[in-house]
């Protein structure tokens, strides 16, 4: 069993989403069995411009009011979400397109407030139900999931979408968690990238001044997963994390 998430600019470029797709499909038909994990933050805010919405971040976090989760909901559950299921259609791949917060898939908290800011509509994720993703896989159909959560009482949250991908391989019991996003992997002190790293050497790494913008988030949520019992983490196209 695999977690996929696909992320960063690669959603915005079709060759580029045409390739990682590609060789989903290829892993799927070849019977591996795939959950995909989505997020689509330059989507969205290509969709503030054009409503007029101002874009708000803090600690590198999206500040999402009630006009930003409508924006969020119905670019990530709708837009995004549909535009990668009916790609992986037309690649012969029977895919199933639904957000977070179906099922339980994804269960969340307000996220606190950060040095006095609040996040609004910000959620920390704290429950992954695999029963929906479970069905499905056993049906044949590849589950793609936005980052969208299930708040208290029904309420909708924005979740990172690394951290919802890592909630999900912990709830299904994956023995993989793929990041497929726009950079290489880690990069060392000479720009190069890192084939492998062990989790005692993640962790110092997580400290140093090499981990920047969103690396850090995602090495977090892979160093998290790993905890869970994952026991391979990819970043990018050239590192792998392991638990020793």
């Known amino acids: 069993m695999k977690v996929i998430k696909l992320g960063g600019s690669l959603l915005d470029d079709p060759q580029r989403r045409a390739e990682a797709l590609g060789e989903i ?21 290509a969709r503030l411009a054009q409503l007029g919405i101002p874009k708000r971040t803090h600690a590198g976090l999206r500040v999402t009011d009630d006009a930003t989760l409508d924006v969020v909901v119905s670019v990530l559950a709708g837009t995004v979400n549909k535009m990668l299921v009916a790609e992986l259609t037309a690649l012969g791949v029977r895919s199933a397109g639904f957000s977070g917060a179906d099922a339980s898939t994804l269960v969340a908290q307000p996220h606190p407030s950060i040095d006095g800011v609040s996040l609004g509509h910000v959620g920390q994720v704290t429950f992954s139900s695999p029963l929906l993703l479970q069905s499905l896989l056993g049906a044949g159909i590849l589950p793609v999931i936005s980052s969208v959560a299930q ?59 090499f981990v920047k913008g969103g690396m850090k988030p995602k090495l977090e949520a892979a160093l998290n997963a790993l905890d869970a019992g994952v026991s391979t983490i990819a970043i990018g196209g050239g590192t792998e994390l392991v638990a020793a």
């Open 151 to 209: 708040g208290p009482e029904g309420a909708l949250l924005n979740v990172n979408a690394d951290t919802a991908a890592t909630a999900i391989a912990k709830g299904l019991g994956a023995v993989s968690l793929h990041f497929i996003t726009d950079v290489a992997g880690l990069l060392d002190a000479e720009g190069k990238v890192i084939a492998k790293m062990t989790a005692v050497e993640a962790r110092a790494y997580l400290h140093s001044d």
């Open 25 to 45: 499909a290829f892993a799927w038909t070849a019977g591996e069995q795939i959950v995909l994990v989505h997020g689509g933050g330059k989507h969205i805010d």
